[in-house]
């Protein structure tokens, strides 16, 4: 009864290597000295190897062996086999010895200019990666285009997804902040006084900030008119600078308006506060030590930008790379 071998204990690839060299010298004794190998170990890989392929390769009445029909038909195409194989290898070590062609980064659309000179600084730098692909948007968005493979690593907030089949690097959390014009000088300890006077705009629901703020502003039992929506920061404060309106935005949500001179006034919430976080999302395993160098500088350049914009909420921010 033939015992049943199982597909672990064939090593095609090897067993191919060791037939070709029987092969060529006709002698199980020649062929394992030079494979460095036992005699007993190279009549094992032959015997798997007609086993696999069901067929007898040597004609072993006769000596020297000689090499049946199929043994030819094989020692033929083996060549092909082994140089094919040795090319591959060739291949992969080039490549993994080379950097990625390109890198594709999905950036929140509020930290998009903030971040993109130091990134791609850091890429051709530091990562010598030649292309740098960027795309900004809402968070809601890098789900979709991590899954996909439209992006490699997204710099996102309080992704919402399953993250069990990615890395997620913490950059840094921030608090919610009440934002007023600066004209503005009523009081700005309570929400209903300031609500009487300016109009909230906000993020609209669609956006995660917007769903964050509605959730928060429900829990603290606030319940201000939905006067004004928009799903970009830019057009949120643009909103704020008219004297009409306020918002409730982090920093980050908010380093570009102030970036550009817009004057405002960055005041405590005047009700119990909530935070958001930001992080670097990649699918894991597959970038090496990039998403944490990723991280690392989106850090660093953040840092610098809010303890520039914002000296006096340094310390309120908690950075994490």
Request: hydrophobic share 40%.
């Amino acid at each position: 009864m033939k015992r049943k071998q199982t597909e672990s204990e064939i090593n095609l690839f090897r067993a191919i290597e060791v037939f070709m060299t029987v092969g060529e010298m006709h002698n199980v004794t020649e062929a394992s000295a030079a494979l460095g190998m036992t005699q007993s170990a190279v009549s094992q890989q032959i015997k798997k190897l007609e086993w696999s392929l069901g067929a007898p390769l040597f004609d072993r009445s006769t000596r020297p062996i000689v090499l049946t029909h199929a043994g030819q038909i094989l020692q033929r195409r083996g060549y092909r086999i082994l140089n094919e194989i040795e090319d591959l290898r060739s291949e992969l070590r080039h490549i993994q010895s080379t950097s990625m062609p390109i890198l594709r980064i999905a950036m929140l659309a509020s930290i998009a200019t903030t971040l993109t000179t130091g990134v791609y600084d850091m890429v051709r730098n530091e990562l010598a990666i030649p292309e740098l692909n960027l795309s900004a948007g809402l968070a809601g968005d890098h789900e979709l285009a991590l899954k996909s493979r439209q992006v490699d690593l997204a710099v996102t907030a309080d992704p919402q997804f399953d993250l069990s089949e990615f890395t997620c690097i913490s950059v840094l959390d921030e608090p919610f902040y009440l934002v007023v014009p600066e004209s503005y000088d009523g009081r700005v300890d309570d929400i209903d006084t300031v609500a009487s006077q300016l109009s909230l705009v906000r993020f609209s629901p669609d956006a995660l900030a917007g769903r964050r703020t509605d959730q928060h502003l429900l829990r603290c039992r606030v319940n201000l008119p939905r006067t004004m929506e928009a799903d970009r920061a830019s057009m949120i404060v643009a909103s704020v600078t008219t004297g009409k309106c306020f918002a409730i935005l982090t920093p980050s949500l908010l380093i570009d308006a102030i970036a550009e001179g817009m004057r405002l006034r960055i005041e405590p919430l005047p009700m119990p506060g909530f935070r958001r976080s930001i992080s670097v999302v990649a699918r894991d395993t597959e970038l090496g030590d990039i998403p944490i160098r990723v991280a690392q500088t989106c850090t660093r350049l953040l840092r610098e930008n809010f303890d520039l914009r914002f000296p006096s909420l340094q310390h309120e921010v908690i950075y994490h790379c």
